[in-house]
Antibody, heavy 118, light 110 residues
Framework: QLQLQESGPGLVKPSETLSLTCTVS??????????WGWIRQPPGKGLEWIGSIDYSGSTYYNPSLKSRITMSVDTSKNQFSLRVSSVTAADTALYYC??????????WGQGTLVTVSS | QSALTQPPSASGSPGQSVTISCTGT?????????VSWYQQHPGKAPKLMIYEVTRRPSGVPDRFSGSKSGNTASLTVSGLQAEDEADYYC??????????FGGGTKLTVL
């Protein structure tokens, strides 16, 4: 049973960098079939794909966020990470990590709320 | 890169069927067989209900079915039950490994 768990600070100051990590258990992040992704959901709003990464570190980012996004993978820890720079209140959201196959997300973490506020 | 278009709300009585549409373009929904649907109950993570347009993951009731015609995909929930009341999101694979989501549809069981 694959499990994903997000971790990171719940509060980030405006203009600073948001950093989250997703730890994968019950399966290997080095699978050549799957990508690993981040999705966010502002309070009361819909889902937004942030980006995806594969085990080799190849990344695909949402064009609207691309200039502020960095994703990385650590296969030794079975983890992948997200950094969002220059955050504003608009980046306040529930952040989910998930496993993807051709854009289809079959396993999700429980989500972690990140609030941008001074 | 525009979001996919879903109706904001849908409703039906227990036992009835309801269909939710998801409209994209030939560059996403119409161009690939990788359309998926997610159910999200309040305070919970989304759950995959349909993938590859029509396929159901193990454990998803066969009351849930998917289809696609041109640039529009649809999710049909038959034999509505109270527990089906939730938000539903469609998603499509797009070029360059992009992922698009619909704005979500709130399904109310009357």
């Amino acid at each position: 049973q694959l499990q994903l768990q997000e971790s990171g600070p719940g509060l980030v100051k405006p203009s600073e960098t948001l950093s989250l990590t997703c730890t994968v258990s019950g399966g290997s992040i080095t699978s050549t079939i799957y990508y690993w992704g981040w999705i966010r959901q502002p309070p009361g709003k819909g889902l937004e794909w942030i980006g995806s990464i594969d085990y080799s570190g190849s990344t695909y980012y949402n064009p609207s966020l691309k200039s502020r996004i960095t994703m990385s993978v650590d296969t030794s820890k079975n983890q992948f990470s997200l950094r969002v720079s220059s955050v504003t209140a608009a980046d306040t959201a529930l952040y989910y990590c998930a496993r993807l196959w051709y854009g289809q997300l079959d396993d999700w973490g429980q989500g972690t709320l990140v609030t941008v506020s001074s | 890169q525009s979001a996919l278009t879903q109706p904001p709300s849908a409703s039906g009585s227990p036992g009835q069927s309801v269909t939710i549409s998801c409209t994209g373009t030939s560059s996403d929904v119409g161009g690939y067989h990788y359309v998926s649907w997610y159910q999200q109950h309040p305070g919970k993570a989304p759950k995959l209900m349909i993938y590859e347009v029509t396929r159901r993951p193990s454990g998803v009731p066969d009351r849930f079915s998917g289809s696609k015609s041109g640039n529009t995909a649809s999710l049909t929930v038959s034999g509505l039950q109270a527990e089906d009341e939730a938000d539903y999101y469609c998603s499509s694979y797009a070029a360059n490994n992009d992922v698009l989501f619909g704005g979500g549809t709130k399904l109310t069981v009357l």
